[in-house]
């Protein structure tokens, strides 16, 4: 029961998903359209839930157990708990009930987005750059001739992305192009092909009822 | 009689020709609008693999024509327009019908002084829906011959059948890389990727680490596994576990070796790359699937001089990992080294059928081009959808 | 600009600073900033979905419905799936609200019906949507045919020639990643070929992904001296 | 030399040299001529190419803060370039998290569109040129349901207005009126496009990406299934050098400002990458 309902319902609904394309009749257009506008739709915003009940859950526990960085988790609930009230509250628009500025200061939640989520998310990945120079210098080795080579492509196409690149030579650019045209697009095309069997492979194992590691067991 | 004969010929012709010399001042220089060729073999019909409320339109191109009016005819019994084509096309479509009501079609070529010509009528067409769409049998046809050949393979396999899997060139280095690790005394670090249990990346992952956990058993040499993933980490400690088990030594398996980290990438990297220096495990794995944090755990793992095994299939990670590992295990050579190893069937099947789909691909392309270039035949239509 | 802009602007300012200190080394305000991003993202995803999908598609049309029932009694279209106001709008509801016994002990399992329900229909749209949307366009544009050389407003003999240098390196990436034979002889070759395009691809991603990371720092950067310091214009 | 010690070098001195070679340019800046790469003016030819008076262009972006740097600039330079052929655009985000960025972008342009417009003509109005339906979950949904009604799966805008209400929206269905659909992103919606939304739908898709993605969409920009595409912060460049060259509608261009920094920072990367290797080498000659 436990794995065999979850099971059926993978199964139905795949077979429900996969035969829509091929079905042009209004009455398989129009049982999809219902699936996909309402059912798909509500299921996908509860699914928020898994995910945020996880991760509140846990660090709710480490408050409780003060483990360690528990006052870490005092910014992210708080951050959470703000957003979220000012939010359902005051409205995403700002149609809500809740007043959402103090004179000038205003603190509606796309305020709060643009003010604090935009600094801190592009932030963190900005960091990405500075760990691919200290990466460059400490451990990108061209170890064997396959790397060298990879390299050496590198190189070419970093000088043809950037404006100094065709100050050097006009050629530059063209060849960085030729690059991404010809080579590039045939190792990615073959690659392509080859993951998207794997992957088809493993979609059809699933739909199959044979792959269940989505059921969240190691068997 | 004849007199009457007279009379109409000149009533009829007479108007005729008295309009035409009254025009004939306005339009001097102008020749007169030529009779039009009318569009012959116009044939409507129900437009195929669709859902009803169409009928397609069909006729011989009129040569010097500028565009073609489409005329349906109405309850009244006259015609009116229901769409125009362009001078190139043949064919054309009137989305705006009732299902199951007979219509008649005509087309009129247009030429460029709007001089007209008009085709005879069609027979009645009706439109309906359908239940499959033919434009597709291509796509039914290559899903159904692939779900043969997977379940084909894997039920070979599973009867025990020997299937050839070639050697790929990190997995050799497994047993080497454990082994130095127990020389040395220090432990193995396998980091299941940073994905979730839902990608293929992982669930090839975890087989691997089933393997080597195995081996790490056998060897007695402490591993160590960090994850990024709640649930993945729920799944890892059970397939440790399992292994240690397989070995013959479940009373080694320390279940504080796996273990979950943190969920933000940056933050999970970061905290492995603080236990890299601070335990210098002798060889690191790092297979699964990859985010740009990747960069950071295979920079620090380099720096600290263990012997790095990486494998994904996020083909955007793969460039800093070959560079910056000892051993990469390529996109799909992930997915064959957990088959080669585990000797799992359904991997095993799952692999050959994926094997035999490239085989299919490189004989068609082979003998789609030769046969194009040698016989100038377009062979691509096989490959054609309703899209291109 | 208002005062409450500037002290917005700050607070951008210093949170930007407190990531950046990262590079410096792991600590508390790189930490704090990290919790926050993640309370916050989250606080402000669960808003926008309440008031744009659960409110409009469930609450709403079910709303509608108890009112009308009210009113005129249960009529048939009531139960009407399509219908704007419907009674039935609940079951996606509740098959949703299943997330929930994820955390209740003993009724864990409950979870996979909706992740069933989700997983199946994607994985069944995906199937033929990979084969017409990518395996055969892309097949097809492999193929090469005589209008590659000449004959057509994009054809010449360079075209040519790329388009034969495509399918080389198709074909070599295949016979790269093909298992089922050991790799000797023609099909060493191939492979070879197949791993110097896989090298040469790769070495595009890397130099592609060098682009990405820069960008993401020039931006930061250009919010600092653009919007926080106002030096450049 | 000593080229073992080279390459021990504290990490940090590493990031002060790329925090140098990107912020200097950013202060003294160089204008340098970007170059135009075909899948650019490929792209650009495809928005030229709709017919204001037929259709639509759909805006549908994924991108969440984190990528903000790559692919706002996008955004900003294909909204530049409609507003000035008063081409009508619809925007919708597939992402949550990066729905308010699309109200930034837009409003952005508008502003600067109608910081000179004189009559309510040359203004760029909101629900005449410009609609943002905002974000429905998950992106498969909007991308599979516009083919049948915008309407149906977008009763409501961003705002919240009723979509009956907005003018834009009594001429447009479904993707039969949408010229082109760019996407834009730090993922692959472009290609869910292509395979869920040409295919069946027949309407035509452009890509803009940021440069992680975009070496894996070279084959189908070969294959004609993305019309065109912006490849990173250069493409996003490439692009607004075209649309200031063609309609010069002024306005701060992010990406292009951004182009010395990145030869800055490129260069010293390639330096950095062959001091490591010279380093590796001769060390591993001695031993």
């Known amino acids: 029961m436990r794995d065999k309902l979850p099971l059926g319902l993978l199964i139905l609904m795949g077979v429900l998903g996969l035969t829509s394309r091929f079905i042009p009749h209004p009455v398989g257009e129009g049982m999809n359209a219902y699936l996909r506008d309402t059912l798909l739709r509500i299921i996908s915003a509860f699914a928020l839930i898994l995910g945020l009940g996880n991760l509140l859950l846990r660090h709710t526990h480490k408050l409780e157990h003060k483990e360690p960085g528990w006052p870490h988790s005092i910014a992210l609930i708080a951050g959470f708990v703000v957003t979220a009230v000012i939010g359902l509250l005051g409205g995403v628009s700002g149609e809500g009930p809740l007043p959402t500025a103090i004179g000038s200061f205003k603190f509606d939640i796309t305020t709060i987005y643009n003010r604090v989520l935009i600094p801190l998310g592009a932030t963190m990945f900005s960091l990405l750059a500075f760990y691919m120079a200290s990466a460059a210098y400490r451990s990108f080795r061209a170890k064997s001739w396959l790397a060298a080579l990879l390299l050496i492509s590198a190189f070419v196409v970093m000088l043809g992305q950037v404006p100094l690149g065709g100050q050097i030579s006009p050629i530059i650019p063209q060849i960085s192009q030729w690059i991404m045209e010809v080579p590039n697009t045939a190792a990615k095309r073959g690659i392509e092909l080859g993951i998207t069997l794997g992957v088809l492979a493993t979609t059809l194992k699933i739909l199959a009822g044979i792959e269940r590691s989505w059921l969240g067991s190691s068997k | 009689m004849r007199s009457m004969l007279i009379c109409c010929v000149l009533l009829l012709v007479g108007p005729a020709w008295l309009a035409a010399n009254a025009q004939s001042p306005d339009a001097a220089g102008v020749p007169p609008p030529l009779p039009f060729t009318a569009p012959t073999q116009v044939v409507a019909k129900d437009t195929p693999s669709d859902g009803g409320h169409a009928i397609t339109i069909e006729w011989a191109a009129v040569p010097g024509v500028d565009h073609y009016r489409i005329e349906r005819q109405g309850e009244d019994g006259d015609f009116a327009e229901v769409t125009t084509a362009g001078r190139l096309e043949t064919s054309a479509e009137d989305s705006g019908v009732e299902n199951d009501i007979p219509y008649r079609y005509r087309v009129v070529a247009v030429g460029p002084a709007g001089e007209e010509g008009v085709s005879s009528e069609t027979a009645p067409a009706m439109s309906g829906p359908q239940w499959f769409n033919l434009e597709l049998l291509g796509v039914a046809i290559a899903i159904v011959a692939f779900v043969a050949l997977v379940s084909w393979y894997i039920r070979r396999a599973r009867r025990g059948d020997d299937l050839f899997v070639r050697r790929i060139a990190g997995l050799e280095a497994v047993d080497e890389a454990v082994g130095r690790a127990t020389e040395m005394g220090r432990s193995v670090l396998y980091i299941p990727g940073t994905g979730y249990i839902s990608d293929i990346g992982t669930i090839a992952s975890l087989n691997l680490l089933s393997e080597i956990a195995k081996r790490t058993a056998e060897y007695g040499t402490p591993i160590n596994v960090p994850n990024r993933d709640p649930v993945v980490f729920t799944v890892a400690r059970e397939v440790v576990k399992g292994a240690y088990a397989a070995a013959g030594r479940p009373d080694a398996f320390n279940p504080e070796s796996v273990y979950f980290v943190v969920e933000n990438g940056l933050a999970y990297a970061a905290a492995v790359s603080g236990i890299m220096v601070r335990e210098k495990p002798a060889t690191n794995f790092l297979m699964g699937p990859f985010y740009a944090e990747s960069l950071i755990l295979a920079e620090t793992g380099a720096m600290t001089g263990a012997i790095q095994i990486a494998g994904t299939d996020s083909t955007s990670q793969l460039p800093f990992f070959i560079v910056a590992c000892d051993y990469t295990l390529i996109g799909e050579e992930l997915y064959a080294a957990s088959a080669y190893l585990s000797r799992e069937p359904l991997m095993l099947g799952a692999l050959k059928g994926q094997d035999m789909g490239k085989l299919f691909f490189m004989v068609l392309l082979t003998v789609g081009t030769l046969l194009a270039l040698a016989t100038g035949l377009d062979v691509r239509w096989i490959l054609s959808t309703s899209g291109y | ?233 | 030399m000593n080229w073992a010690k080279l390459t021990q070098i504290d990490r940090r001195i590493i990031f002060i040299t790329v925090g140098l070679a990107i912020l200097i340019p950013l202060i003294f800046p160089i204008r340098m001529p970007v170059g135009t790469q075909r899948v650019t003016k490929h792209l650009f030819q495809a928005v030229e190419e709709i017919d204001p008076q037929e259709q639509v262009l759909l805006l549908s972006c994924d991108y969440a803060p984190q990528t903000e740097a790559e692919n706002q600039p996008m955004t900003v330079a294909v909204l530049r370039h409609c507003f000035a052929r008063r081409l009508p655009v619809l925007i919708n985000a597939l992402y949550v998290e990066g729905a308010p960025l699309l109200d930034l972008a837009m409003h952005q342009v508008m502003d600067e569109f109608n910081a000179h417009a004189k009559a309510n003509a040359d203004s760029i109005l909101y629900g005449r040129d410009v609609v943002y339906l905002g974000w429905q979950p998950p992106p498969i949904v909007p991308i599979l349901s516009m083919g049948r009604s915008i309407k149906g799966i977008y009763p409501v805008d961003y705002y919240l207005t009723p979509m009956d209400s907005l003018p834009l929206m009594t001429g447009v269905h479904n993707y039969d009126q949408v010229g082109l659909v760019l996407a834009i992103t730090p993922l692959a919606s472009p290609l869910w496009y292509v395979m869920y939304a040409r295919t069946k739908f027949g309407v035509k898709v452009g890509a803009g990406c940021t440069a992680v993605c975009a070496p894996d969409f070279y084959p189908y920009c070969r294959s004609g299934q993305l019309l065109g595409m912006m490849a990173g912060m250069k493409g996003a460049a490439e692009y607004e050098e075209l649309v200031e060259n063609e309609y010069h509608p002024g306005g701060r261009r992010r990406a292009t400002e951004g182009m010395a920094s990145q030869s800055a920072a490129h260069l010293l990367m390639m330096f950095f990458v062959i001091i490591g290797n010279i380093a590796y080498f001769s060390t591993r000659r001695k031993s």
């Open chain 3, 1 to 233: 600009m208002t005062l409450g802009d500037t002290i917005w602007i700050w607070i951008g300012a210093l949170l930007t600073f407190a990531m950046l200190s990262f590079l410096y080394k792991d600590n508390p305000l790189y930490r704090f900033g990290e919790h926050l991003f993640v309370g916050v993202s989250n606080g402000w995803s669960l808003a926008f979905m309440y008031s744009r999908v659960i409110k409009p598609v469930m609450i709403q049309p079910f709303g509608e419905a108890c009112r009308i029932a009210g009113h005129e009694g249960l009529k048939p279209e009531l139960f009407n799936p399509v219908a704007h106001a419907n009674f039935l709008v609940i079951i996606p509801g509740l098959i949703g609200c299943l997330y929930f016994t994820r955390f209740i002990t003993g009724m864990t399992w409950l979870v996979r019906i909706p992740i069933g329900i989700f997983m199946g229909y994607y994985a069944g749209l995906a199937v033929p949507a990979t084969f017409e949307g990518s395996v055969f366009p892309q097949m097809k544009d492999t193929i090469i045919t005589r209008g590659y050389f000449a004959g057509t407003p994009t054809g010449s003999l360079w075209a040519g020639i790329c388009a034969l240098i495509i399918l080389v390196g198709v074909l070599g990436t295949l016979t790269y990643f093909y298992f089922s034979k050991e790799h000797k002889g023609p099909l060493q070759w191939g492979s070879r070929v197949g791993i110097v395009f896989v090298m040469i691809g790769f070495g595009a991603s890397f130099g592609f992904t060098v682009m990405a990371r820069v960008s993401l720092a020039i931006g930061r950067f250009a919010f600092l001296l653009h919007d926080w310091l106002r030096v450049i214009s």
